[in-house]
């Protein structure tokens, strides 16, 4: 089993919709987890940690983490063509300070 | 402060050369990664260092690959002989003690 798992997609999402992306996790112990976004050509940006169970919302941003089921969502309201990019997954393994990465979810916003 | 920089942005090498790859991390940050991304394989850590000391290189694919951090403000990641399928793109990548990696602009690097 993979550390860190997603759908490689490629996900289509009608513009205005809401984009839903997953991950799943191997290390029970985890404790920190991120959403990194990456233009094609560009480099991975943070775009949302979260540490706790439950929901945590920035904007049109919503990061979702359930411990128990080792699973981390991330969801997306009112999708824009801008927000079409690959979208990665990572996790701090227990007791240990590097990222784990996915590999990627790519969305696109269909106009 | 201008972020994590790598240099150069692309190299193209010969298979056999000796690459080196270079970054300067975000002032005040303890933790640099090396990262290595393709299309196959996804963004790899081969690397990572702790106040400059190398904390695990466990993803270090061979001998061929080196990484030193002479001091805070500086890494290299050498690649000797380089090979073909050496081709991706490597990330620098720096954190402080929220565990938030911020990476450099990359560098591709093709091996012909």
């Known amino acids: 089993q993979k550390e860190v798992e997603q759908n490689s997609g490629p996900l289509s999402v009608p513009e205005g919709a809401i984009a839903s992306l997953n991950c799943t996790y191997s290390?029970?112990?985890?404790?920190?987890f991120f959403w990194y976004r990456q233009y094609s050509g560009k480099s991975p940006e943070l775009i949302m940690s979260i540490y706790s169970n439950g929901d945590k919302e920035d904007g049109r941003f919503t990061a979702q983490l359930n411990k128990a089921s080792q699973y981390v969502s991330l969801l997306i309201r009112d999708s824009q063509p801008s927000d079409s990019a690959t979208y990665l997954c990572?996790?701090?393994?227990?007791?240990?300070?590097?990222?784990?990465f996915g590999t990627g979810t790519r969305l696109t916003i269909i106009p | 402060d201008a972020g994590v920089i790598q240099s150069p942005r692309h190299e193209v090498t010969e298979m056999g050369q000796e690459v080196t790859l270079r970054c300067k991390p975000i002032s005040g940050h303890d933790y640099l990664f090396w990262y290595r991304q393709t299309m196959m394989r996804g963004l790899e850590l081969l690397i990572y260092f702790n106040n400059n000391v190398p904390i695990d290189d466990s993803g270090m694919p061979e001998d061929r690959f080196s990484a030193k951090m002479p001091n805070a403000s500086f890494s290299t990641l050498k690649i000797q002989p380089s090979e073909p399928r050496d081709s991706a793109v490597y990330f620098c990548?720096?954190?402080?003690?929220?565990?938030?990696?911020?990476f450099g602009q990359g560098t591709r690097l093709t091996v012909v």
């Open positions: 290390d029970r112990g985890s404790q920190s």
């Open positions: 990548a720096s954190s402080g003690t929220s565990w938030v990696a911020f």
């Open positions: 990572a996790v701090n393994p227990a007791g240990n300070e590097k990222l784990t």
